[in-house]
């Protein structure tokens, strides 16, 4: 007697969503199987983030049908996701600082799931179980973000889970960190348990998923076995086309310090931030230094001190030089007109306004540019400029007149890096710049600070991406606890040197010249 076919856990059929201006989903097929780890791919805007939010009943479909278990299901919140055993880990965490973590995972679940006192138990189990050393009496403010993704996902095993949904998660982890991860994944899919992955970094999700489907402008493209293909061809099913993703690009020495931060120490009066301590770092014009580091160890602080939202008082200005000038006690327009340009690590609220235009958040920060003229806007160059950003760098939007909380988070962030590349500035800081952006677009957006860098500019870029640090960077340190290590030619800086910085393994002189 032939062996029916086990049931998917879960299927998608036809699936469809519009929003103003764009099909972001458009009649997508897709079936888990139990145990099975299945990658969703597909690049900025192709409707990746999108379809999770239709599974975990964040947000519904226009049409077609989802079947759980073999069983129709109408989604209509998280809550009756949680109730079928749908869990999700999103990118960012919505953790309480001041709260313990089983305070914390007892606050998620509900009255009816129990005290913390009385889930301790339970989270130590289910820690232990699936090898992620976490404490429940522990204060989440002395997490690192490593151990406060550990504190979603032993929170979503908490209850009977049977599909674990994981938006980007390796994305704030170290190299170590993320090996850990993938050994509970395996370990959950082992028993079970069905997994889609997020993921923009092609090689892990050949390493972990055993399928994948790939979606292109809503659409699906393609399923595949990534085991079982490059690179190359993963990237050309996203993008339709052949892309180049690797640049090899020439390493340089650059010419007279531009950025010289010196001695530079900052105490944090926020109890839950970072302090610095004695920071010394030049970067040359035409070069890059990258700045790696755990989220956490004084990146933060660093680039609010470097863009002038935060200012020192006149007596430290010369901590921080823009050439010959002083600009510690500058604020951020006055470090603008001296030729700074500020890509920060968050993009909604921070690096673009949501409810803003593309056109009028160009506005914000290159209106020095000949935008304003005696008080007045000038509409046109506004356009112009925001229609070169969207040209050069592949945004994808309706366009430029859409709002910016509606671009799908790589296509903002190609936006936002843009828009500060394309002012020509002498010091451009940059923080993740291709934080959640798609490898065809991550390419572009090297292209461009290569080029930005042999036109003369001095680039600091801050990540967490180590394979970005090398690719990219002429020179390279990191930062842990707040003290900054020496920077070091890259050419001469394996992976392993930069995981022993970024665990504080260098000891460098007090205000030690830097090299
Ligand atoms: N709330 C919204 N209103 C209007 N348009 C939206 C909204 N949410 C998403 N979109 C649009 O839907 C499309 C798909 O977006 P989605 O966020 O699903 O892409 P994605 O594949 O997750 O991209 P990324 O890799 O950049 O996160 C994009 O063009 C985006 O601009």
Not at 28 to 47: F, K, M, Q, T, V
Not at 329 to 348: I, Q, S
Not at 386 to 399: E, H, L, N, S
Request: charged share 20%; net charge neutral.
């Amino acid at each position: 007697m032939p062996i029916a076919p086990p049931i998917p856990r879960l299927q998608l059929r036809q699936i469809s969503k519009r929003y103003p201006g764009c099909l972001a989903n458009d009649a997508i097929d897709l079936s888990i199987a139990p145990g099975e780890i299945h990658a969703l791919l597909g690049e900025n805007g192709a409707g990746k983030s999108t379809l999770m939010k239709i599974i975990y009943g964040v947000t519904q479909a226009d049409s077609g049908e989802m079947l759980w278990q073999g069983q129709r299901v109408n989604m209509r919140n998280p809550a009756q996701a949680r109730q079928l055993g749908i869990g999700m880990v999103f990118q960012h965490f919505s953790l309480f600082e001041t709260l313990s973590v089983a305070q914390n995972i007892a606050l998620a679940m509900g009255a009816a799931a129990g005290t913390p006192k009385q889930l301790e138990p339970k989270i130590r189990e289910v820690s232990r179980r699936y090898g992620m050393a976490l404490e429940p009496e522990r204060l989440v403010h002395s997490l690192s973000i490593g151990e406060r993704q550990r504190v979603e996902i032993i929170r979503c095993l908490m209850q009977d889970i049977r599909l674990l949904i994981l938006d980007e998660p390796t994305s704030v982890l170290t190299p170590q960190e993320a090996d850990e991860l993938f050994i509970t994944l395996r370990r959950l899919a082992a028993e079970g348990c069905s997994i889609l992955f997020i993921s923009h970094k092609l090689g892990e999700v050949r390493a972990l998923c055993h399928s994948a489907t790939v979606l292109r402008g809503g659409r699906v493209a393609g399923h595949c076995l990534p085991a079982e293909c490059s690179d190359q061809q993963l990237a050309q099913m996203m993008v339709g086309e052949a892309a180049t993703l690797i640049g090899d690009y020439p390493k340089v020495r650059g010419g007279a310090a531009f950025l010289q931060v010196t001695g530079l120490s900052w105490h944090n009066p926020d109890p839950f931030g970072c302090s610095l301590t004695d920071l010394n770092v030049q970067v040359r014009s035409g070069e890059i230094v990258g700045i790696a580091g755990v989220a956490g160890n004084g990146q933060d602080e660093l680039l609010a001190l470097l863009s002038g939202e935060q200012t020192l008082p006149e007596a430290e200005a010369a901590t921080l030089r823009f050439a010959e000038q002083n600009v510690a006690d500058l604020r951020p327009d006055a470090r603008r007109k001296l030729g700074l340009a500020f890509v920060p690590a968050e993009r909604l609220g921070h690096g673009a306004v949501p409810e803003l235009s593309l056109a009028d958040n160009a506005l914000l920060t290159a209106f020095q540019q000949g935008l304003v003229r005696h008080g007045l806007i000038e509409r046109g160059k506004v356009e112009a400029l925001a229609q070169q950003i969207i040209q050069r760098f592949g945004v994808k939007t309706p366009d430029m007149y859409t709002a910016a909380r509606s671009l799908s988070g790589g296509n903002l962030q190609k936006f936002i890096l843009g828009r500060e590349i394309l002012q020509q500035p002498k010091l451009l800081i940059a923080a993740h710049p291709t934080w959640g952006v798609d490898v065809g677009a991550a390419a572009t957006i090297h292209r461009a600070l290569i080029a930005l860098r042999d036109a003369g500019a001095a680039i600091l870029v801050i990540s967490e991406d180590l394979d970005e640090l090398f690719q990219i960077s002429d020179r390279l340190g990191a930062l842990c606890g707040g003290r900054l290590s020496a920077l070091h030619n890259t050419t001469d800086t394996q992976l392993s040197d930069v995981g022993g910085w970024m665990a504080g393994q260098f000891n460098n002189p007090p205000s030690a010249a830097t090299v």
